[in-house]
């Protein structure tokens, strides 16, 4: 198997990364080198970081899946506003401090942030940018 770009030596478990499978992301999508982003097929979502889901998990759970799951090689993690209404990127942003950030690509969404379902959506250019910002914070 491959090491891909975001393999770091020293952090990740050489052996389990080569097994993962990788694809190139499109034709277009680069990284911050300019070289192709080669995702894993297997990528993690980090909704249930945000307690979406029925019983609770402590979060030293979800910070040690978070470094396992990137040590073995997965380097795609998918998060959002809406999961937990920012809790979830809380939890994943303590787990990612101890992790190279040159091991793995975050993705989020934005749009979706309130669960009254009148104030649910907001797609303005204005409150996209208030995601991305909030999002790195």
């Not at 393999?7 to 080198?33: I, N, P, S, W």
């Not at 759970?61 to 799951?69: A, F, G, K, M």
């Amino acid at each position: 198997g491959i090491l891909p770009s975001t393999y770091v030596e020293g952090f990740h478990d050489e052996a389990a990364v080569r097994q993962m499978k990788y694809r190139t992301l499109g034709q277009r999508c680069v990284d911050a080198k300019g070289d192709p982003m080669v995702v894993s097929i297997l990528g993690m979502g980090a909704s249930s970081f945000g307690a979406m889901y029925a019983g609770s998990t402590p979060e030293d759970e979800y910070i040690q899946l978070t470094h396992d799951t990137v040590r073995a090689g997965v380097n795609i993690i998918d998060a959002a506003a809406w999961y937990g209404h920012g809790r979830a990127e809380k939890v994943l942003g303590k787990a990612l401090k101890d992790i190279p950030r040159e091991a793995y690509y975050l993705n989020t969404k934005v749009c979706r942030y309130e669960p009254d379902i009148l104030q649910m959506f907001d797609w303005s250019y204005k409150r996209t940018l208030r995601a991305i910002d909030e999002a790195l914070d």
